[in-house]
């Protein structure tokens, strides 16, 4: 069946660390990834997204590689701020299935301090 | 363009009664999906309307659950006895097609004591 799997957090980093959220998959098709974040008080937001291996998705500072070989969609950024702190899904789709009926992760909370 | 709206915010409820959730989607937006997430855990597929249709409710837990969407406008979700399993933060969507970008309201969190 498809699921994911990421690094449980907290994760708590100074500002301007490097930052990764492993995210790993396994999928019965050809999945879509995609990096969900929730800030504080708000709904969940499309961050960014892969539809094919090699793909690179990147938003806001943020990327993440689809990297079909290792089943894996880490999430990366060079240089946190204070205003990344949130909670972070990685998500899949089956294209052939339905676009939109994801399955995510556990989510992956960032604190980022001053 | 107002996003995709959800009632209430918060809400606290004993064990044994009813609860419903409402989800009102984008404008114009046929898709309506609600996902739910119990216990900090994984964010789970609960089910899927297209209009007022139910597409895929594979995911609903039981029959205590009761989704609708008459009209194809809004949508609610009743709970009906509440457990205390039922805590956790459900969200609702809405895409214009099954192939674009799906659109999240803020979530419900649901408390039951």
């Known amino acids: 069946g498809n699921s994911v799997t990421q690094m449980e957090g907290p994760v708590t980093l100074s500002e301007e660390a490097f930052l990764t959220i492993n995210c790993t998959y396994t999928?019965?098709?050809?999945?879509?990834l995609f990096w969900y974040v929730q800030y504080p008080g708000e709904g969940l937001q499309l961050l960014l997204k892969?539809?094919?291996?090699?793909d690179k998705g990147s938003n806001k500072g943020f990327e993440a590689t689809y990297r079909k070989e290792t089943t894996s969609f880490h999430l990366e950024k060079g240089s946190v701020q204070v205003s990344d702190s949130a909670v972070y899904f990685c998500?899949?789709?089956?294209?052939?299935?339905?676009?939109?009926?994801?399955?995510f992760g556990s989510g992956t909370k960032l604190n980022v301090k001053p | 363009e107002a996003g995709v709206t959800q009632f209430p915010s918060h809400s606290v409820i004993e064990k044994g009664q009813t609860v419903t959730l409402r989800c009102d989607p984008i404008?114009?937006?046929?898709?309506l999906y609600w996902y739910r997430r119990v216990m900090g855990k994984e964010i789970k597929f609960l089910l899927h309307?297209?209009?007022?249709?139910?597409?895929?409710e594979s995911g609903m837990p039981n029959n205590r659950f009761l989704a609708e969407r008459t009209g194809g406008t809004y949508s609610t979700l009743k709970v009906q006895p509440a457990e205390l399993e039922d805590s956790g933060v459900y969200f609702c969507?809405?895409?214009?097609?099954?192939?674009?970008?799906?659109?999240f309201g803020q979530g419900t969190r649901l408390t039951v004591v």
């Open positions: 969507a809405s895409s214009q097609d099954l192939r674009t970008e799906a659109f």
């Open positions: 998500a899949l789709s089956d294209k052939v299935d339905n676009f939109n009926k994801f399955y």
């Open positions: 999928a019965t098709g050809y999945p879509s």
């Open positions: 892969a539809t094919k291996a090699d």
């Open positions: 309307f297209v209009k007022e249709s139910k597409q895929d």
């Open positions: 404008s114009g937006h046929d898709n």
